[in-house]
C-alpha cells in the first residue's frame, strides 16, 4: 500500500514553455502533498506544501507563480512549472503524507529538462 | 537553527563489511527520525523510521538505526554490506512542528567494493 506515482518519469521542453508534473496517491487519500526538487549530487529541498482544496505553503525563496501547485483532489496533485529556463532543469519528487501518520510516501520522480 | 547534519558525504566498504552512517539532529524536542535510501535516478525508498520507545530500530533489507538522545544521532548499520546496497543514503528529520514537513540531511553516497 501506501503507492505514489508521478508522471511523466521525464520531460525535455523548449525554454520558455511550461511544463506540467503529475503526483497521484494511488490506494490512499493524501491529506497532504509535498514538492521537493534535486539538483545533481545534492539533497532534496522542500519547494511547497499542499492541502486538498486549499492554497500551497511555499518555502522561502521559491517562487509561487512561477512553480504553480494545484491540489484539486486527495489524490492528485499538480506542479506547473512556467516560463521554464535551463536553471530550472532538476529533478522534482512529490511526496503524499496521511493525516496523523508523520510519514510521507514518495513518487518516483520527474527528471526535467529545458533547452 | 534546526538542522540535519551526515558528516560523511561518501563511504566505500567491501562488500561483506559491515556499515554505519551517521546522522546528527539539532531540535529542540525528539523529532520524527527516518532514513531513506535513493538509487540513482529514482525516488525515495523508506527504510526505517523512529517515532518513539525501543531505541534500536529494524528496517528492511537488514538495516537498523539507533536513537541516542544524548547525542543527538540517529544512525544507520548494517553488518554485512551487499553490492546491491551501493546507493545514496537520506537521513531526515521531521521536527514535529506540525505539517508533516520533513528536513534532510545532505546525504551519505555509499560505494561497494567487490
Known amino acids: 500500500g501506501a503507492v505514489v506515482s508521478q508522471h511523466p518519469s521525464r520531460v525535455i521542453c523548449k525554454s520558455g514553455t511550461s511544463v506540467k508534473i503529475e503526483c497521484r496517491s494511488l490506494?490512499?487519500?493524501?491529506?497532504?502533498m509535498f514538492w521537493y526538487r534535486q539538483f545533481p549530487k545534492q539533497s532534496l529541498m522542500l519547494m511547497a506544501t499542499?492541502?486538498?482544496?486549499?492554497?500551497?505553503?511555499?518555502e522561502q525563496g521559491v517562487e509561487k507563480d512561477k512553480f504553480l501547485i494545484n491540489h484539486a483532489s486527495l489524490t492528485l496533485s499538480t506542479l506547473t512549472v512556467t516560463s521554464a529556463h535551463p536553471e530550472d532543469s532538476s529533478f522534482y519528487i512529490c511526496?503524499?503524507?496521511?493525516?496523523?501518520?508523520?510519514?510521507?510516501?514518495f513518487g518516483p520522480g520527474t527528471r526535467l529538462t529545458v533547452l | 537553527a534546526q538542522s540535519v547534519t551526515q558528516p560523511d558525504i561518501h563511504i566505500t566498504v567491501s562488500e561483506g563489511a559491515s556499515l554505519e552512517l551517521r546522522c546528527n539532529y539539532s531540535?529542540?524536542?525528539?523529532?520524527?527520525l527516518f532514513w531513506y535510501v535513493q538509487s540513482p535516478g529514482q525516488g525515495l525508498q523508506l527504510l526505517l523510521k523512529?517515532?518513539?520507545?525501543?531505541?534500536l530500530v529494524q528496517g528492511i533489507k537488514g538495516f537498523e538505526a539507533e536513537f541516542k538522545r544524548s547525542q543527538s544521532s540517529f544512525n544507520l548499520r548494517k553488518p554485512s554490506v551487499h553490492w546491491s546496497d551501493a546507493a545514496e543514503y537520506f537521513c531526515?528529520?521531521?521536527?514535529?512542528?506540525?505539517?508533516?514537513?520533513?528536513?534532510f540531511g545532505t546525504g551519505t553516497q555509499l560505494k561497494v567494493e567487490l
Open positions: 511526496s503524499a503524507g496521511l493525516a496523523g501518520a508523520h510519514e510521507q510516501f
Open positions: 490506494d490512499f487519500q493524501a491529506t497532504t
Open positions: 499542499s492541502n486538498e482544496g486549499s492554497k500551497a505553503t511555499y
Open positions: 531540535y529542540g524536542a525528539t523529532p520524527y
Open positions: 523512529y517515532f518513539s520507545g525501543d531505541t
Open positions: 531526515a528529520v521531521d521536527g514535529r512542528g506540525g505539517g508533516n514537513k520533513l528536513t
